[in-house]
């Protein structure tokens, strides 16, 4: 199982924004340098708290300090923006990390977002489809474009000069683009069907219960057969909210105290989603009352805070849960305690995941 990186990234709003962007740069960093094989960065446009506002900018910023770690869009929310200029932007980003860019997209799930970019009450998943439909003639197709479309048109016929390049837009690096992901966050998600119909991989969101993170697979499935290729587990992503330390008081103090910041985390997505009528994600049964549904209770779920050992033995009953995944993603959360949160994915790194792959292989 390889080892990635995920963050919303969510910071408390009172908090300098200077100082959180440059922390979330910083874990980001740190990652690289401790072997994570990839680390994917979301944005919200109409967020104080979930602060960065464009992801691809913010990868454009650690392209050259580091090396190894492949980027991620995680998500680019498709319905917000234009087809032509965001098949652009991934292509100038793809050849800046010159093909370590995986391209995470979605239909953007934040209210708020909705209504500045005047697509709430629209059919944002329809949206959704004809903009990456659009990207993906614009990278594998030639100008000057013919695409119509419900929502875009793109094409620069009136104006295209090939001699002087006028009119062109750059392909990606990768042939004939970037692997694409999209984010699953609603249990037996059919997107994750319809995705991998497509030649795409999931990733499972960090706030759903491990019964339902286990439903994405069969999707999974469903849709690689149906594509006539093999479902392959080592393409599966789940991302799980995770502290580590070095004892077991800090590790449930920090974790799950009154002052934590995986509470403030779940705090925010908890009141966020019961807000939107989606209280379903937190509950085991879909006979559970809303009442039972609490903050404790979530954070009890899904939160696995303790040592190395104990982490371990969590992260191998989850996978007996869901099943084999290929790559599990260290979720960011805002470091309430910088020496904390670097320590624990310095411990994911070292301790954890090459325990987790030694009880694996036997």
């Not at 990635?4 to 200077?18: D, E, I, K, S």
């Not at 059919?190 to 497509?198: L, S």
């Not at 795409?200 to 019964?211: E, G, K, R, T």
């Amino acid at each position: 199982m390889k080892l990635g990186y995920f963050t919303m990234p969510l910071h408390p709003p009172r908090r300098n924004y200077v100082e959180t962007l440059k922390e979330d740069r910083e874990a980001i960093l740190l990652a690289d340098r401790l072997g994570y094989c990839e680390a994917f960065v979301g944005e919200h446009v109409t967020d104080v708290a979930e602060s960065v506002t464009s992801c691809t900018a913010f990868l454009a910023s650690l392209i050259h300090q580091t090396s190894r770690i492949k980027l991620g869009t995680g998500t680019l929310n498709l319905p917000n923006g234009h087809p032509a200029q965001l098949a652009a932007t991934v292509s100038m980003l793809d050849h800046m990390l010159e093909g370590r860019l995986i391209v995470g997209i979605s239909p953007g799930g934040l209210p708020s977002d909705w209504e500045a970019f005047e697509n709430m009450g629209k059919n944002r998943n329809a949206m959704f489809v004809e903009c990456i439909d659009h990207m993906i003639a614009i990278w594998t197709g030639e100008p000057p474009y013919d695409l119509k479309g419900e929502f875009w048109n793109v094409s620069t016929a009136k104006t295209m000069i090939p001699d002087i390049g006028q009119g062109i837009i750059p392909k990606p690096f990768q042939k004939p683009y970037p692997p694409i992901v999209v984010t699953a966050v609603e249990p037996f998600s059919r997107g994750v069907t319809e995705a991998a119909k497509r030649g795409w991989d999931p990733i499972s969101a960090n706030f759903l219960l491990p019964q339902w993170v286990a439903s994405h697979w069969p999707k999974y499935a469903e849709g690689c057969a149906a594509a006539g290729r093999q479902a392959d587990p080592a393409n599966w992503r789940v991302a799980k909210t995770v502290f580590v330390a070095d004892d077991d008081a800090t590790a449930r103090k920090y974790g799950f105290g009154p002052d934590s910041p995986y509470r403030f985390y779940y705090k925010q997505l908890h009141f966020k989603l019961v807000r939107a009528g989606r209280v379903n994600l937190f509950k085991p049964t879909r006979e559970t009352p809303d009442s039972e549904v609490t903050l404790d209770s979530v954070v009890d779920n899904l939160v696995i805070a303790g040592t190395v050992d104990q982490v371990v033995d969590e992260l191998l009953a989850f996978r007996e849960t869901t099943g084999d995944f290929g790559t599990l993603l260290y979720c960011g959360i805002d470091w309430a305690d910088a020496k904390l949160g670097r320590r624990s994915m310095e411990l994911m790194a070292e301790k954890v995941m090459p325990a987790v792959n030694r009880a694996i292989s036997k």
